[in-house]
């Protein structure tokens, strides 16, 4: 079904999540699909977002812009993270209801879930337990932004129609990727890396670990979907699967591997015939980190792009990128 056109303004556009919202939108019909480059807005800026949404007027946002990086990214620059968050959160959520915005999707980030929660991570464990201290001050700033959304639903829900609510994704992959060599995520690093061995004949890959831990993984483009989904659901029916005060709702694939599995999978995928062997010595990090997206399951939604076909894809990404050996 095509939704109606509206003015849509997707806040980082260029970013793996937004740049797939921005191709869903499309896919749909939106025609009225406003994006500004970090040059051309500077959403720390208080005054200029005002001035953006003054201008713009749009009347839908999707707040997918972070400053985001890895764990040596989150502990050498602390400050920067929680700042530069909490700020491009607060100006875009509070000029959003300056300016008659009711519909908003906020997206946080896993790592919102106390470092020893339950698995699967449910939404109910949200401040029930420290956070992972590595990207402490990223993850406290994504439960700003859910709270930020709540408490503007509380106070301006009935008197001004305002309706935003959040979303949080599990591990993304997919076109748009980071695929640098020191500061991407799993599934890139390892293409990149079975590429290069694939391309210089080595006889084996290392890999990190005993290879047992098992991770989650989403395409990027059903993530575009569900926060489609989500943010055109009616409000009764999202108020009868969520609380006030947890509003949020996970969006996972419903099943993990382990990282021996992915291993195989990506190699397999790039064409590497060489062998892969596990450093037992380097550490496994947490044995399990799977999203409960039972909620989302409920409303509806279930992923559609299975890991195999997925990796075909982003293995295609990464031929076509810059940073392609």
């Given at each position: ?88 959160q607060a100006n875009v959520i509070e000029a959003a209801f300056r ?61 001004h129609g305002v309706d935003y609510r959040s979303v949080m994704p ?20 390892l293409i990149r890396r079975f590429h290069e061995a694939k391309l ?126």
């Amino acid at each position: 079904m095509t939704a109606e056109p509206q003015k849509i303004y997707v806040a980082g556009h260029r970013g793996m999540v937004g740049s797939a919202i921005v191709r869903t939108l499309a896919a749909q019909g939106q025609t009225q699909i406003v994006t500004s480059t970090h040059a051309e807005l500077d959403l720390t800026n208080q005054a200029a977002v005002q001035a953006f949404f003054e201008a713009e007027k749009p009347s839908q946002v999707y707040l997918a812009a972070a400053k985001v990086g890895g764990i040596h990214a989150n502990n050498t620059f602390p400050a920067e993270f929680i700042y530069q968050n909490l700020m491009v959160q607060a100006n875009v959520i509070e000029a959003a209801f300056r300016n008659g915005v009711q519909k908003l999707l906020f997206l946080g980030s896993s790592c919102i879930y106390p470092r020893m929660a339950p698995q699967p991570m449910a939404e109910s464990s949200l401040l029930t337990g420290p956070l992972e201290p590595t990207n402490e001050p990223y993850a406290i700033a994504k439960i700003a932004g859910i709270k930020l959304c709540e408490s503007y639903n509380r106070q301006y829900g009935a008197s001004h129609g305002v309706d935003y609510r959040s979303v949080m994704p599990t591990n993304l992959y997919g076109p748009g990727d980071n695929y640098h060599p020191e500061n991407s995520h799993v599934i890139p690093a390892l293409i990149r890396r079975f590429h290069e061995a694939k391309l210089s004949n080595s006889p084996s890959v290392t890999i990190w670990g005993s290879g047992t831990p098992k991770r989650e993984f989403l395409y990027v483009d059903d993530m575009a979907a569900a926060c489609v989904f989500v943010m055109n659901l009616p409000k009764v029916t999202l108020d009868a699967h969520t609380q006030p005060m947890q509003s949020h709702i996970n969006v996972g694939f419903g099943d993990d591997v382990s990282i021996k599995e992915l291993a195989l999978a990506v190699g397999n995928t790039v064409g590497y015939q060489g062998d892969i062997d596990f450093d037992t010595n380097k550490p496994d990090g947490a044995p399990r980190k799977l999203m409960d997206s039972g909620r989302l399951n409920a409303l509806g939604w279930q992923a559609q792009v299975g890991l195999e076909q997925g990796l075909v894809q982003a293995y295609q990404d990464f031929l076509n990128s810059s940073f392609r050996a």
